[in-house]
């Protein structure tokens, strides 16, 4: 989709990218809690340039920055450059803009709006994050086995920690570690999250065909979020470092919504951070019983995958099954 930049009115050949005006801006301003002078001296400090710049952004999160001239110069900015901005942003401000600004530049130039279209809706994929986008288990299995031997205990066998993940963190600690009393809980806690916030990206990895999987759905225009029982800062951290976050219109995890999978509320939740409510079409991929009942609980399809911690038998009923996240795409 191409947008005319409304200062100089020439075609910004940016699929997806939308200019804000001045009045936008003060809408973006007021929901990161700035006043709009601070706002427009952040972009300037971001791109270096003296002149009021208007944010763009195409729906993988990429941003940039256009200036009013007639040459409609771009300014890309790394999406860890905008760290200041929350992820919600997009949808609950973006999204309508866009709609808004597309209205509008069709009623200015004579155009009507592309109806051919007019069937498609973008659906909502939430994403399980262990043992579905990424392979985590070695260091969960490390973090955990620090931790007992920090309390000198023996350490587990991966598989033995691995059967413990997929509720929360403290679900895993009584677990992994149930040796320590109930309440140690909170040093305990501290322990391990010290000990995998070092070793978190050690050899965590996407699973095979996953990245792929993420671009094409992404490409499609549908949205994306992860819906995660771990915390949102690890989540993150992983996410980024493996390229993965730009995918993602919102990230939900522990501490985010008033209960962990398999509530629905994270779901729900995650939705509406993308701009919408959930409907039957949109779906929970997952690897765990827990993604599995939060989706049927949720009202939407859901997607078991069989590369996952829990193997390669659903632990419950689910929409489809899929062997690889090429058939994720390929049955959806």
């Known amino acids: 989709m191409n947008f005319t930049c409304l200062s100089c009115g020439n075609c910004c050949r940016l699929p997806g990218y939308v200019r804000l005006r001045d009045n936008e801006a003060e809408r973006i301003a007021e929901f990161l809690g700035e006043d709009l002078q601070t706002f427009i001296q952040t972009q300037t400090r971001l791109t270096r340039d003296r002149q009021h710049l208007s944010l763009l952004e195409n729906d993988r999160g990429e941003c940039a920055f256009l200036t009013p001239d007639t040459r409609c110069r771009i300014h890309p900015v790394k999406p860890a450059q905008c760290r200041g901005y929350p992820l919600r942003w997009r949808s609950e401000v973006m999204d309508p803009l866009c709609a808004g600004l597309k209205q509008q530049n069709d009623t200015s130039t004579g155009r009507h709006a592309d109806t051919s279209n007019k069937k498609f809706m973008p659906l909502i994929y939430l994403f399980d994050l262990d043992g579905t986008l990424v392979d985590s288990r070695a260091d969960l299995a490390r973090a955990v086995n620090l931790t007992r031997e920090h309390f000198n205990l023996a350490p587990l066998p991966l598989d033995a920690v691995v059967r413990c993940v997929g509720r929360g963190v403290e679900d895993l600690m009584r677990g992994a570690i149930p040796e320590r009393p109930a309440d140690a809980v909170a040093e305990t806690l501290a322990v391990y999250r010290a000990h995998y916030r070092a070793h978190l990206l050690d050899e965590t990895v996407p699973y095979p065909g996953i990245p792929e999987l993420l671009e094409k759905l992404s490409g499609a225009g549908h949205k994306l979020a992860v819906v995660t029982n771990k915390g949102r800062a690890a989540s993150c951290k ?21 209960a962990l999978k398999p509530d629905p509320a994270p779901l729900h939740f995650a939705a509406r951070l993308l701009g919408r409510e959930l409907q039957p079409t949109d779906w929970m991929v997952g690897d765990g019983d827990t993604d599995l009942r939060a989706g049927a609980a949720a009202g939407i399809r859901t997607c078991f995958c069989r590369w996952g911690f829990s193997g390669p038998n659903a632990p419950l009923p689910a929409t489809m099954c899929a062997d690889t996240p090429e058939n994720v795409e390929c049955k959806m």
Not at 243 to 251: I, S, T
């Open 238 to 258: 992983i996410l980024e470092g493996l390229n993965l976050l730009p995918f993602f219109g919102a990230v939900v995890g522990d501490g985010d919504a008033p």
